[in-house]
């Protein structure tokens, strides 16, 4: 009977980093958001591409303002009336202020905008200035907000909605993005049958090709899923092969039988180098996790053998095929996501195996004094354990525990 | 002139409550991952059917396993191997064991099950044991994950990829969910040209149409954007009330100046009961914000007017208008997910005026003793704040700012 060399979680991390960037492909900036930059992008033009004003109020020469006050306001000529949308016709010229409106534009002479509220026109001819206006005040320059040629963003930036907005503004209409990753999930298990059949006595439901699958697709991956994997060393060898080739993350879900690992491990190194690179890692759940690498080209496929267990399975997803999406996807920055969570209290004394990283699944609850987190018991066979929590927290490998009051972060699912 | 009167955003928070979930439709429940249920979902079968080993080894009575130890072993006959996919044809009997695997059935007359590591077989008509089973041990007995009838997850539910697994694991292969709600933006401006377009003097290119409609498409609602608006009363109103009877909530973007905005709190009252609730809210950046709502038949559609400057526009959707869209979607629970953020220490003073509820954005940087936060100065007209930004922190009405050192939690974008 075989042992496993089990290796520690941060051994783990280490044997998926290092994974390439996809290749880019050209998409219409419209439809980029959550994808990720696969060139830096500059803006081809100052933005604004003229003064603006960010105020409604009166397009002035400052010095005209100076010591304007309450007391004592300035008294000027109105030259005119800014359009939005087009270039004014006129010049302010000494001791003579615009009207304008946020976004128009800066008739020439002027250098301040005063705010409506510091104005009266007491008629169409004249405007009361109340309060003085410095020289650019409430007024955006050109290239105030983006120079010609300055970065909006560096490759690996993943978009958001004001990204998307800075490229319309700029007039950038299609980006380069990466490739989105195909995550090809071969279930395994003899005793899985589809969902939408009834289970013959010994037979259950498959749920991981699907929970993978959904988690695939959280993660702005394509998922892709196969047939059952026969219990058949040279099928397995030919499907992970094919598998290979087309996707560039395999998992093998279940085969969580002693027989089906040892199927899988001889498979993946079969492939080609490195092949597996780890069989076994301490934490709690997914202790049976296969690792390995195949090499194609120049870029490595990740193979990972996903436990059979439906809470060990997506625990193991999240953390060691979610940084190799992240790789392959491009994304460059320092992931504060991954340190965003929930700040809790600990309902009740959690013990826990040093040597051993524990993941335990937890349910909030909105108390008098903050948020509990409270610790839901049950086998990691138990998808029930999941649907009932909110998110878990994470034990470290050294830690014998921790108490019922204690603060803990909990990262939400 | 007209100045409006100003809530403050817990008044404004109450504007955009109340509001009714969409009607609901049926979808595979394998494409249902970040859908909303709009129903109660209880499971049709017992999950396990049958009682299932969690472990591989040797299913055992635990009786005949009491006492067992290393130096005074139990040995029991194999009774024979649990073949995967099928029921055993065979019994545990008194003095017997049968060999198991992970997710293998219990035959009849076991109660246990003793792991691998605890058991040696000197033959294959022979088993040691060298540690007690407990009745139940390793074992998933029938129900224990999910009983027939058993509520998996209650209407407003968020699905996550767990659900979609527990779903799979008891045969739901579809759901009634929340339709996805339509937003109708419709922009405001004179100035505004399309991004494929080469703007005039005077002209700029759009950028709160695209980053809002990928705002909502960042929330999982539909985006319809629209022609940019003419700045006439006649025209605003029959396109409102087009777009007020086809959409859930509608987006009147831009028309920040004095003007437009009196034509979008006339139109909008025009349209209905009980119309314009807000003119004006005390945050920074988006004080000149609208929000109106229009019942039509039982439900209210939600009216809002964005403010023009592109970072108010967007601090506006996120504060105001995801509101909206939660509501629905019929999402239920404690939004556990508004609290989540980075802890960060504020990098430098941040003054901010008492009365005004200030949302600052900061880019994020890991330093020696955590991350920390710096403070992006500049206009809200200037989207580059935003690309710049890693997130935004909320400085309260009542506060006068917050100093260098101190802890603050970041909202990631």
Same mark, same amino acid.
């Given at each position: 009977?075989?042992?496993?060399?089990?290796?520690? /979680?941060?051994?783990?991390?280490?044997?998926?980093? !290092?994974?390439? #960037? =996809?290749?880019?492909?050209?998409? /219409?900036?419209?439809d980029a958001v959550g994808r990720v930059l696969a060139e830096d992008v500059a803006s081809p033009v100052d933005l604004p591409e003229f003064p603006r004003s960010t105020m409604d109020g009166y397009a002035v020469r400052a010095a005209d303002t100076f010591g304007?006050?309450?007391?004592?306001?300035? $008294? =000027?000529?109105?030259?005119? $009336?800014v359009p939005m949308g087009s270039a004014p016709d006129f010049k302010v010229g000494g001791g003579q202020a615009a009207r304008i409106n946020t976004g128009g534009m800066m008739p020439a002479g002027s250098d301040a905008v005063v705010m409506d509220e510091y104005t009266t026109a007491p008629d169409e001819r004249t405007v009361e200035i109340r309060r003085p206006g410095a020289v650019g005040e409430n007024v955006l320059c050109v290239g105030d907000d983006l120079k010609a040629g300055e970065r909006i963003l560096p490759e690996g930036s993943r978009l958001r909605s004001h990204d998307i907005g800075a490229f319309s503004g700029v007039g950038i209409t299609a980006v380069k993005v990466r490739r989105r990753p195909l995550v090809a999930i071969l279930p395994t298990g003899d005793e899985l049958v589809d969902p939408r059949e009834v289970p013959a006595p010994g037979q259950v439901r498959d749920i991981n090709r699907f929970s993978l699958a959904a988690a695939v697709v959280e993660l702005g991956g394509v998922p892709e899923t196969d047939d059952i994997l026969p219990d058949d060393l040279v099928a397995i060898k030919s499907r992970l092969g094919e598998a290979v080739e087309r996707a560039d993350v395999v998992l093998i879900s279940g085969g969580s039988s002693m027989g089906m690992r040892d199927y899988a491990v001889e498979a993946i190194d079969s492939l080609g180098e490195p092949g597996v690179l780890v069989h076994g890692i301490s934490i709690k759940p997914g202790k049976p996790t296969i690792i390995g690498r195949v090499r194609r080209g120049d870029v490595?496929?990740?193979?990972? !053998?996903? #436990? !059979?267990? /439906?809470?060990?399975? =997506?625990?193991?997803?999240?953390?060691?095929?979610?940084?190799? =999406?992240?790789?392959l996807s491009g994304e460059i920055g320092s992931d504060f996501g991954r340190e965003a969570g929930v700040s809790a209290t600990l309902g009740r004394n959690l013990p826990s195996a040093p040597g051993r990283e524990d993941l335990v699944r937890v349910r909030l609850e909105r108390g008098e004094e903050g948020i509990i987190a409270h610790p839901l018991m049950g086998n990691s066979a138990m998808i029930s354990t999941m649907t009932k929590a909110d998110g878990y927290i994470t034990i470290p490998l050294e830690n014998e525990g921790i108490r019922a009051g204690a603060e803990v972060r909990v990262t939400l699912y």
């Open positions: 009977m075989e042992f496993f060399k089990v290796v520690s /979680p941060e051994e783990a991390s280490e044997a998926v980093r !290092g994974f390439s #960037p =996809l290749p880019a492909e050209e998409i /219409p900036s419209f304007a006050s309450e007391s004592i306001p300035a $008294y =000027l000529d109105i030259a005119g $009336y490595d496929k990740a193979v990972v !053998g996903i #436990p !059979g267990h /439906p809470v060990s399975a =997506l625990m193991i997803f999240h953390a060691f095929v979610r940084p190799i =999406l992240r790789q």
